[in-house]
């Protein structure tokens, strides 16, 4: 568990670039939130868990971005 505070800086920030440096080692990571906003991390090595009804989770990647979003 890490804990980073820093002024100026929102939650996605931090998120954003552990994400990033994970990318660049070509590692794998999921990211659960229920912010739409994390959802422009998606990737081939970023998935996002999304919280649904009933406890479950949605796996949210590039293609799912797309579809729901068209970008």
């Known amino acids: ?3 980073v505070r ?5 939650a996605d920030d931090f998120l954003a670039t552990a994400v990033a440096r994970q990318e660049r080692k070509r590692g ?3 990211l ?3 912010d739409r906003d994390m959802f422009q991390l998606a990737s081939e090595l970023a998935t996002i868990l999304q919280p ?3 406890g479950e989770w949605t796996r949210i990647g590039p293609n799912e971005v797309r579809a729901r979003h068209s970008v």
């Open 1 to 3: 568990m890490i804990s």
């Open 6 to 10: 820093q002024a100026g800086y929102e």
């Open 28 to 30: 794998r990571t999921s």
């Open 32 to 34: 659960a939130s229920a």
């Open 52 to 54: 649904a009804k009933g």
